[in-house]
């Protein structure tokens, strides 16, 4: 009843979000409401392996780098359609996610010896997409502007921005089906105890492949949808360290494992972000330190994130209804 | 292609390179081994000492190995208010939280920098940085050799602490069993902030060690930060002989692959063997416990 309640307001939100969008919202709005929904993406994508498998990885850009890569080299070398090439950025990111559970997870690693490989394995992304020749090297690539639905790319930016709400709408789709899957109850299972998990006959090795699998895939097209956007990737915004953070704290601080967090977590956080830079004065780094700020407040005081925060002091207020 | 002397040469260089690893990875593995927590903030930490190192010279005309004696009580004394009123009680024991936490706190000191002195890299300017210290037919960088016996005297220095005063006694009775040492009487959270703050105060002798031949930018603690890592994962992760060992070897690695591929190609080496050793054997070369 709650969670249904939960998934409509949330349709609710982008349904009002791209009325207004057609409606006619100033650009920098408009910008800022494509780049939320990019990340909310990256981080349902986290999400899945993140919030509802309990495994933090701290290289989540080695999905979406991958996925934006794919895209480029697959419109500019090869000529080849933005869908297509879209749909083989996903795919191979979701094989590199594959190998690296395979690799990982079959030397049993967990916690912060998950998050440190997850981490080393975009940095080598990083270093060689930065000097190979085939990936444009430091000089990074770009995409050539062709308009219109069949190239992804849009003159009128609020088109972009419907495609990605469809996308960040078929995310809280997936996860609410991921909620209700036998799928999911194993993955809940081997996040609270992963041993007890496999003594009940829950295959952990297979249910975690999938896992990241399906979660590499989902930050992918968030890679490739980035650069249909910006037009142009290079190694430090692929496979960067940045992309890793932004999907973690957009999926803790909204609220790790729930269907909403991603969501909650990059509108609150991106738009925190324009309004401390607005109030800083250009002095770079400031909305940075802030997202840090939150994120060791959101650990010490909401271990739920903002999503269950809201609902704890929801049903505390209900009980103390019914007390009475 | 290269001859005996460069190689050699090489070697030598990443020795002392790696000592200075090695003494960045001390800080991280004393922190794993008796707090078992993955200290994500070191890097940052060691990108302050770096910038104290800098100011004093820069403010007060310090020499950098001088600046070594100021700023190693400001770290401790950072470290130890770090890890007791921020990251011990927010993080509230949990593996996860402590991660988290001590990521958070790493952007946070990161953007801090980043806000105040903006992203310009900074160096000071000695008479002795490109000095040559002539051992046989080879040449070798006055800096680095400096370095490398420091990092050799505060090992021994550490051990010592560990092994011959009453705060090592309790930091090793909290590593080894955590209930009993706060049953007997040791205040666990000031032991806690106590090696935390002694792991951070190594970084400050890093960074008064790297100064003289090396920048300082918002982000350069970011890349020792993986070399670090690995260094501990190779050496095994708490195992303080491990991380001598493993940074003078990481060290030599570097200086050899980037002799062979390239600066930029050279880091490639280092994370290959982290991944490498975590894959194969997560225990390292010292570690008891995975």
């Known amino acids: 009843m709650k969670k249904n309640f939960e998934f409509i307001a949330a349709l609710a939100f982008l349904g009002v979000v791209g009325i207004a969008a057609i409606a006619g919202l100033p650009g920098n709005i408009l910008n800022l409401l494509i780049f939320m929904m990019i990340i909310a993406l990256t981080a349902q994508g986290w999400n899945v392996l993140g919030g509802y498998g309990g495994l933090s990885s701290f290289g989540h850009a080695a999905f979406f780098g991958t996925g934006a890569y794919t895209t480029t080299i697959l419109q500019t070398s090869f000529g080849i359609n933005a869908w297509v090439g879209l749909v083989c950025g996903v795919i191979l990111g979701a094989a590199v996610g594959a190998l690296i559970g395979f690799l990982s997870f079959r030397a049993g690693l967990k916690g912060s010896y998950f998050a440190l490989i997850t981490l080393a394995f975009a940095e080598v992304l990083r270093i060689l997409a930065n000097s190979w020749d085939f990936t444009g090297g430091a000089a990074g690539m770009m995409v050539s502007i062709n308009n219109g639905f069949a190239y992804l790319q849009f003159s009128d930016r609020r088109w972009f921005l419907l495609i990605l709400i469809g996308f960040v709408a078929g995310g809280l789709l997936l996860t609410r089906w991921l909620e209700r899957s036998a799928f999911g109850a194993y993955l809940i299972a081997l996040r609270e105890n992963d041993q007890a998990a496999q003594a009940l006959g829950v295959d952990i090795f297979k249910i975690k492949i999938q896992a990241i699998t399906l979660s590499a895939a989902i930050t992918a097209l968030a890679g490739c949808l980035y650069v249909q956007n910006f037009l142009f990737i290079d190694a430090n915004v692929a496979y960067g360290s940045w992309i890793s953070i932004e999907a973690l704290f957009a999926a803790i601080v909204g609220g790790a494992g729930t269907m909403l967090g991603p969501l909650i977590g990059s509108v609150l956080l991106l738009g925190l972000g324009e309004i401390t830079k607005s109030f800083s004065g250009g002095i770079a780094g400031v909305d940075l330190v802030v997202f840090g700020i939150i994120l060791i407040l959101c650990v010490a005081f909401a271990p739920n994130g903002i999503r269950g925060f809201v609902a704890d002091l929801w049903y505390r207020r209900k009980s103390r209804g019914k007390a009475m | ?290």
């Open chain 2, 1 to 290: 292609m290269y001859s005996p002397t460069i190689i050699f040469e090489a070697l030598m260089n990443g020795l002392m390179l790696g000592a200075v690893y090695a003494l960045i990875a001390l800080g991280l593995t004393l922190i794993y081994g008796v707090l078992h927590i993955v200290n994500f903030a070191h890097g940052a930490l060691l990108t302050v000492a770096m910038y104290l190192v800098w100011l004093a010279s820069d403010r007060f005309g310090l020499d950098p190995y001088v600046a070594i004696l100021v700023v190693t009580p400001m770290m401790f004394a950072i470290g130890y208010c770090l890890q007791r009123f921020i990251i011990g009680p927010a993080s509230r024991g949990s593996d996860n939280g402590i991660l988290l936490a001590t990521l958070g706190l790493s952007i946070v000191i990161q953007n801090l920098l980043l806000a105040g002195f903006n992203s310009d890299t900074r160096t000071i300017a000695t008479d002795y940085a490109f000095e040559i210290v002539p051992l046989g037919p080879l040449l070798l960088s006055l800096p680095r050799v400096i370095g490398l016996g420091v990092s050799v005297v505060t090992a021994v220095l550490l051990w010592a602490i560990l092994n011959r005063t009453d705060i090592g006694k309790a930091i090793r009775a909290v590593a080894k069993e955590k209930l009993g040492a706060s049953l007997v009487g040791i205040n666990v959270a000031h032991v806690y902030a106590m090696t935390f703050a002694i792991g951070t105060a190594c970084l400050a002798i890093a960074g008064g060690l790297l100064m003289p031949s090396f920048y300082v930018s918002p982000t350069t603690g970011a890349a020792f930060v993986l070399v670090a890592f690995t260094i501990v994962v190779l050496g095994g992760m708490g195992s303080i002989p491990g991380a001598l060992i493993g940074g003078l070897l990481i060290g030599v690695v570097e200086a050899i692959s980037s002799l062979f591929l390239g600066d930029s190609l050279g880091q490639i080496g280092i994370f290959l063997i982290f991944i490498l050793v975590l894959l194969v054997k997560p225990t390292g070369l010292f570690g008891a416990r995975a």
